[in-house]
């Protein structure tokens, strides 16, 4: 949690995609509803098992969240 992930495979706004935090692929959903495209850069929210939720860091920032440079990254 708290950590930037890459997605791999798109996630749709009600499913499960595929992203990659460190070397290790994850199951992921979505956390705000909302497609996430594969290519996208997220930010982990929650752990649920062996499932990750994640906000795409865009979102994130046209909100003006403020989003740490130093985050754990890929």
């Not at 595929?18 to 850069?41: F, H, N, Q, Y």
């Amino acid at each position: 949690v708290g950590r930037q992930a890459h997605v791999m495979e798109s996630i749709p706004a009600h499913g499960t995609g595929t992203v990659r935090l460190d070397r290790e692929l994850w199951r992921a959903e979505s956390g705000m509803d909302t497609d996430i495209p594969a290519g996208s850069t997220v930010l982990v929210t929650r752990l649920d098992g062996t499932r990750l939720e994640v906000v795409p860091l865009e979102v994130l920032k046209a909100y003006a969240v403020d989003v740490p440079d130093d985050l754990g990254s890929l």
